[in-house]
């Protein structure tokens, strides 16, 4: 091998037969370093790479195939050998629902509704008034926002349908009868508002951790820069603030996207999906139903596996249109040092 590099680089170039053999070798070796560098890099992904594949692309895999088979209580079996495959036909089904395309509009409104006003919106909004009064207070504020998260779901859902509760039993409905105004069954009347707030108290949180840090790593030169070039807080904001928070929106957004895509257990808790057919049910909550708790007690693991897999589909599509929109190759790409 080192032969062969060496006459390539010698008739090449105009180099001299020692020369070219000693050219050959540093580029032989800086070959070597250069996977010695890389086998590190790999060494260290390793541990989380092995994590994706295990609980990530494996259950993709298998759930995959399930969407291809008819596996349903009526003909349980463990052995993927015996279960029967009908190829696309589940798909075919899914997309013939005469629900199907309601219930993609339900999940599709309170993704963009949720992720815009609360996960990433509200989130930004606590993070900059937070970081912008004295820090102990900021602090009390923050974790104030964070009790919604760390509150158990249950205990969380049963404190808004108290809430929400007709009258006499609920707490807004006390208040409406106290003040003297008209009394209302919000779960009927207004589900939709209550499951955005409800999920949309518990999203900000997670945003607002993460939007604090990265304003909080800011280097106070650039903000007091502003200050000296008379930019007000909503400049400041905007050309300062934001631009250098990018990645952090990117992350979040994107997280909190498919985050939305996928969780139903409040959705689950408050209203199951309605009230009435299908009102409030979203996409994720349906691959539930359909597989594990359908109305009829026939459970369609095959069906409900196909929803799931339209889910994948759509969450790999959202996460690279993010990352087109925030430019990710130029978020990692390596510095530039400029010519002057």
């Not at 070796?29 to 390793?46: D, N």
């Not at 502003?226 to 909503?234: E, M, N, R, Y």
């Not at 897999?309 to 190759?329: H, K, N, S």
Request: net charge neutral.
């Amino acid at each position: 091998m080192t032969d062969k590099v060496t006459s390539t680089v010698r008739e090449a170039t105009s180099l001299t037969d020692a020369e070219a053999k000693q050219l050959s070798e540093e580029v032989q070796r800086s070959r070597v370093r250069a996977f010695r560098a890389h086998l590190t890099a790999y060494g260290f992904l390793a541990p989380a790479a092995f994590l994706v594949i295990l609980f990530f692309l494996i259950p993709v895999a298998i759930v995959f195939y399930l969407s291809m088979t008819n596996l349903a209580s009526s003909n349980f079996t463990s052995n993927f050998a015996d279960m029967e495959f009908i190829g696309f036909r589940n798909f075919r089904t899914l997309f013939n629902d005469q629900f199907a395309q309601k219930i993609f509009f339900n999940t599709v409104f309170y993704v963009l509704v949720t992720l815009s006003l609360f996960n990433v919106g509200l989130a930004l909004v606590v993070s900059l008034l937070t970081t912008h009064i004295p820090r102990n207070a900021g602090f009390f504020f923050r974790a104030l926002w964070i009790l919604p998260r760390i509150t158990s779901p249950v205990v969380y859902i049963l404190i808004w349908k108290r809430l929400m509760a007709e009258a006499p039993f609920g707490i807004i409905n006390q208040f409406n009868d106290a003040v003297g105004t008209t009394t209302y069954n919000y779960a009927a009347e207004s589900p939709w508002v209550f499951v955005i707030l409800v999920n949309g108290f518990i999203g900000v949180s997670f945003g607002m951790i993460i939007f604090t840090s990265a304003i909080e790593s800011i280097p106070r030169d650039l903000l007091n820069a502003s200050l000296v070039d008379g930019s007000s807080a909503l400049q400041r904001i905007r050309y300062v603030i934001l631009p250098l928070i990018r990645w952090p929106l990117l992350f979040v957004v994107t997280y909190q996207t498919l985050s939305l895509l996928t969780s139903f257990e409040e959705i689950l808790l408050l209203t199951d999906g309605g009230p009435g057919l299908y009102r409030t049910e979203v996409w994720a909550l349906t691959a539930y139903h359909r597989a594990l708790s359908n109305y009829f007690g026939n459970a369609q693991w095959g069906y409900g596996s196909a929803f799931a897999i339209v889910l994948v589909i759509i969450g790999v599509v959202m996460a690279t249109i993010y990352m087109r929109v925030f430019r990710f190759g130029e978020l990692v790409s390596e510095p530039k040092v400029e010519v002057l």
